[in-house]
């Protein structure tokens, strides 16, 4: 009889095995499905990240990227869109088989900025949810292929009322 049973410790090994005592084999997973948790994150920003942030003119942003091959890498999103993915001539170049050529794409207007996804293969996620378009709010994990993002507004748009919100207000 075989024994298939997840590893409590790791929640992505599943262990394989006969059940005479025998060697078990291990197989991880690891692929744009395994793991779409949304974990946020914020409270562990470096001193110079928050900086960085502090420092953002107003109409633009920054992403953090968080984990992935590039984790640590920072994009400044100030033009009014800004392409994502694996062709060498996106904005941001991602060179990873789990990023389409023409992934997504981050569009502003005025102060507000939202991700489109151009009908990637594996999708395109924000706060752990695939999305075909969404609005960026400020600590949002925006997730493409293994990549995990954070988007930053500018604090001086954060404080700001758009004109938008006033006419509905």
């Known amino acids: 009889m075989e024994?298939?049973?997840?590893d409590a410790g790791s929640g992505d090994e599943i262990r394989r095995g006969v059940g005479d005592g025998r060697s078990a084999d291990t197989t991880q997973t690891f692929g744009h499905d395994s793991d779409l948790s949304f974990v946020p994150f914020g409270s562990d920003l470096t001193d110079v990240e928050l900086e960085a942030i502090g420092a953002l003119p107003a109409r633009s942003a920054l992403l953090l990227v968080r984990s992935g091959p590039t984790a640590g890498a920072r994009y400044l999103l100030d033009a009014d869109v800004t392409t994502v993915g694996?062709?060498?001539?996106a904005d941001i170049f991602f060179d990873d088989v789990t990023v389409s050529r023409r992934h997504a794409e981050i569009t502003r207007t005025g102060n507000v900025f939202e991700l489109v996804d151009q009908r990637s293969l594996n999708g395109s996620y924000v706060n752990g949810e695939r999305v075909d378009r969404?609005?960026?709010v400020d600590g949002?994990?925006?997730r493409i292929g293994k990549f995990r993002l954070n988007?930053?507004?500018s604090p001086v748009d954060?404080?700001?009322v758009t004109p938008d919100q006033a006419i509905r207000g």
């Open 140 to 142: 949002a994990e925006v």
């Open 86 to 89: 694996r062709h060498p001539e």
């Open 3 to 6: 024994d298939n049973s997840r």
């Open 158 to 160: 954060r404080d700001q």
């Open 134 to 136: 969404s609005i960026l």
């Open 151 to 153: 988007f930053f507004a």
